[in-house]
């Protein structure tokens, strides 16, 4: 049975009060310049979910990681381990200034105005290059809510545990070995994962083929070097790719065009595609126009793109 914090002794809720000081750590920066929900409602990573407190709760890098909007601060706390505002810092890309970027888009396009003003401080995320790869895999022709079920299934049974949280035990999401190792009925019957499932291990096959932190070294490549070399994963293609060159390798052009993307294009951009499929000839026209459009940050422009077109359009489905 709980004890009533007024009923303590005030040397003790001092002393409580200090310690979690400690232990919480804290980022000064506005709402315009972070939203957490915006940010982390899944659409990047598939890991983040919200309490009934307003905290969000993830394992990022083996670390469980619980922030929440306190004022004009984010606060946070670390498991294990205590404050690292580098960590934060560059797992939310705060190099960035996201007021510098929307007064360039809106002089390079008037549609995206509104999305801006919808779903402004949405950032764009430095994840983990092995574990965006192999959790976008898990997303072909799926939704939101599914993919995030698969991999928190993913992380329980073939991850490694990394805290107990509030009653709750965290996993880091499992490696490309243990990937590569699991049985692929398994693979394929979690979740419903079906054909991704194969193409999961398959890929995970080849990440541990390749050479020690190739993944990792993409970073320093060229967007072009980069994406040449990941769509020479088999089961990589164009949407995926992109994808883990905007979420994870640091490829701000990265333009990743999916459902919701094309369905923007074609009805404010580019209605001459309206009758053609997205073969790579049109996905490879409809990233030219945009990167030409909004320029070496264009994949920051994609996502209040695809945000606003997700939730107008069947929120609920959610739909890659």
Known sequence: MGVARESLPQVLVVFMEAEMEQRTGSIYISPEEMDLTHTLTPGQSFRWRKDSQGRWTAVVQRRVVRLWRDGAAV?????????????????????????????DFTRADGHIVEAIERFKGLRVLRQEPGE???????????????????????SRRYGEL?????????????TAEALASADVDDLANLCGLGF??????????????????????LRQA?????????????????????????????????????????????KYYLPELGQKTLTPAVYRQIVDYFQQKFGSYAGWAQEYLFYDDLLRHKPSERVF
């Open 222 to 266: 060229s967007y072009e070097e980069a994406r040449a070399e990941l769509l020479r994963i088999e089961g990589v293609g164009l949407k995926i790719a992109d994808c883990v060159l905007l979420f994870s390798l640091d490829k701000n052009q990265a333009f990743p065009v999916d459902t919701h993307i094309r369905r923007a294009a074609v």
């Open 75 to 103: 606060r946070y706390e670390l498991f294990p381990g205590g404050p690292d505002d580098v960590f934060i810092s560059d797992y939310f890309r705060l190099d960035a200034r996201l007021e510098s970027l929307y007064y």
């Open 196 to 217: 991704r499932g194969v193409n999961l291990n398959s890929v995970a096959r080849q990440l541990v083929d390749r050479p020690a932190g190739w993944l990792d070294s």
């Open 162 to 174: 990394v805290a107990a949280v509030g009653g709750h035990d965290y996993y880091s999401f499992p």
């Open 132 to 154: 965006t790869l192999l959790s976008y895999i898990c997303s072909a022709a799926n939704s939101v809510p599914r993919i995030s079920m698969a991999v928190e299934v993913l």
